[in-house]
């Protein structure tokens, strides 16, 4: 379901013109129609992707769920249209960290440049959005967390303390609730207050007094800030407000949290948020709450883009395979891409010889269990965690009668990536965060490294079907490296990342026909 | 070596893509047995290499790299 583009982009037709109208009013993009009587309930979900790989997840998306996406110029996010009892196989998307179900998209939003005037623009749109079925949506999600969350508690052993805490952090959100909706309730029996008008005022007031927000300006291209509103006093409730259909008086908690970025807004993320916030506290009557709160209201603008949603996920997704972190674990989503990029073939031989806590064999082995992983690192610290974080797959995969587990095909090794225990042209794939020189090695060592990896990594690869795909933020050197190796290595496609704040290059590499030199017998 | 002489022939017979009880037993000792402690011998050199937790320890000292 493509929608269509909004006419301001491509000049501005004047008075009778059916479409969106550009005048001052801000134009909303089509919206997917509500639910009729009987239709089935879909949604537009919007994912966050490691920025460079919105292409692989858009793949993703259409060979796991069939729905076609669309790449939104705010880099690293991508939405599709699924039927909302596919939010299961959403959430087992790999290469994704975060969802939200959207609301509404306005893909050119007109600003008014006046300060007061385009805050209060965002203050009166939120009674205006179609939130019914993106409510449906999150309370289906809901269901699922909770699901989900009973079985983690299942499967989990002890090693694993990283999860566990999470899920007593759920845990506790949950009674912290109850008690909250408690003393609401014998709020109202005590009387009610005067209608909420006036109330919120005061109640925003209080907010920006207390300066509990974070004050982060932003008024350049690049940046991005999260802000969320917090209420002073609590906001008086009427009994069976709450937006659960099912006649229960529950008073939701919630939060806005705004992404800003563009250079001609005359308000920032935190004032946006709080605006936009007060609206929707007077709107549903719910509860402002920072840190427990149960529906995360999302408003990205990004220069005339803005979206409104709703979060899916709490805990990002990305860090899901590991509970044994080393000093540069790769997100799981990021590896992902880079798997996906080589393409894996069933039978294919898939190497990382620098692997560090293991991130991207882990990734490979559940994704595609039909090829062989080898991973292997010369630091024992990172041979042990990576093989503890095979454990834990492991037991996370135990058969709950017997104690055995389905292997993984796997093996991890201890090795010096210059002489690699493997035979000349025997491995098909070889995927690879190499190290910056920042946080592991040195930019100096990496003058002599880099060109003994790709040497190396040249040998054990199968020549004319071979490839490569490794990351570094090094361009400099690996460019270097790379020239003096046109014989064994062709370039192909490079996609720009952000790891860890750094600016960084996977590149993918196929290795030509030419067969490598055999080595001195040592092996 | 690994405790499964008897089983497995020292070499791949000619036609050993069918014969499927020969490719069970490999698919056994490959993927299915872990050694957890033992060694891995190189067949030219006989250099042995430790293994350790299931993990293999194949660096080289300085005088052999």
Redesign the interface.
């Known amino acids: 379901m493509a929608e269509a583009e909004a006419a301001g982009d491509a000049g501005v037709a004047p008075a009778p013109a059916p479409a969106p109208a550009p005048a001052p009013a801000p134009a909303p993009a089509p919206a997917p129609a509500p639910a009729e009587q009987g239709a089935e309930l879909a949604a537009v979900i919007g994912a966050t992707v490691p920025t460079g790989f919105e292409l692989t997840a858009a793949a993703e998306v259409q060979e796991k769920l069939g729905s076609a996406s669309r790449i939104s110029r705010d880099r690293g996010k991508i939405y599709f249209e699924v039927p909302a009892r596919g939010l299961p196989q959403v959430h087992r998307l790999r290469s994704v960290d975060n969802l939200f179900v959207v609301v509404q998209e306005f893909k050119d939003y007109q600003f008014k440049e006046n300060k007061e005037d385009a805050l209060k623009d965002l203050e009166d749109l939120v009674k205006k959005l179609p939130w019914t079925d993106p409510l449906k949506v999150w309370e289906l999600n809901n269901s699922l967390k909770k699901k989900k969350t009973k079985r983690k508690k299942h499967n989990l052993q002890s090693t694993a303390s990283k999860e566990k805490l999470n899920d007593n952090g759920e845990e506790e959100g949950t009674d912290q609730k109850d008690a909250s909706e408690q003393e609401d309730c014998a709020q109202n029996a005590a009387g009610v207050e005067p209608a909420s008008g006036q109330d919120t005022e005061k109640t925003q007031g209080v907010a920006s007094r207390n300066g509990e927000e974070e004050e982060e300006e932003e008024d350049n291209e690049q940046s991005d800030a999260k802000d969320e509103l917090q209420a002073g006093s609590g906001s008086e409730t009427k009994a069976g407000d709450g937006k659960t259909s099912d006649g229960e008086a529950k008073v939701l908690k919630f939060r806005v949290t705004c992404n800003r970025a563009g250079d001609k807004h005359s308000f920032t993320s935190n004032e946006a948020a709080r605006y936009f916030g007060g609206a929707v506290q007077e709107h549903f009557q719910w509860k402002a709450d920072m840190t427990n709160f149960d529906v995360e209201v999302l408003l990205n603008i990004h220069n005339n883009e803005v979206v409104v949603g709703i979060a899916l996920t709490e805990e990002s997704l990305h860090r899901r395979n590991i509970t044994h972190f080393g000093p540069t674990t790769l997100r799981s989503t990021l590896a992902y891409g880079m798997l996906r990029l080589c393409d894996p073939q069933p039978t294919d031989i898939i190497v990382d010889p620098m692997c560090g806590t293991g991130a991207i064999p882990i990734e490979g082995a559940t994704e595609w269990p039909s090829c062989y992983h080898i991973a ?1 690192d ?1 630091n024992p610290q990172a ?1 042990k965690r990576a ?1 503890n974080n095979i454990c834990s797959l492991l037991k996370k995969n135990e058969n709950k009668e017997s104690s055995t587990s389905l ?1 993984i ?1 796997l093996d ?5 990536i ?2 690699l ?1 493997l035979r000349t042209g025997s491995v098909d794939i070889i995927v690879t965060d190499m190290p910056f020189g920042k946080r592991i090695g040195s930019k100096k060592k990496n003058w002599d490294l880099y060109p003994a990896c790709l040497m190396e990594m040249g040998r054990i690869c199968t020549p004319g079907t071979g490839r490569a795909v490794l990351l570094t933020q090094d361009k400099k050197c690996f460019a270097k490296a790379l020239s003096r190796m046109g014989h064994i290595w062709r370039k192909g496609q490079t996609v720009w990342v952000n790891v860890g704040g750094l600016h960084a290059a996977v590149y993918l590499l196929k290795r030509t026909w030419e067969r490598a030199e055999e080595k001195r ?3 | 070596k690994l405790g499964h002489p008897s089983e497995l022939p020292p070499e791949p017979a000619p036609d050993y893509e069918g014969d499927e009880p020969f490719l069970r037993r490999v698919h056994h000792v490959l ?2 047995v ?1 050694v957890l402690e033992g060694v891995l011998q ?1 067949p ?2 006989g250099r042995q ?1 430790p293994i350790s ?8 000292s300085e005088e ?2």
Not at chain 2, 53 to 60: A, D, E, K, V
């Open positions: 292997g010369n041979v093989a292997g095909p991890i090794i201890q090795w010096d210059c002489n225990p017998s040592f092996w | 993927l299915e872990e190189c030219d050199s290499f937790r299931g993990i293999p320890n194949m660096l080289l052999e790299a």
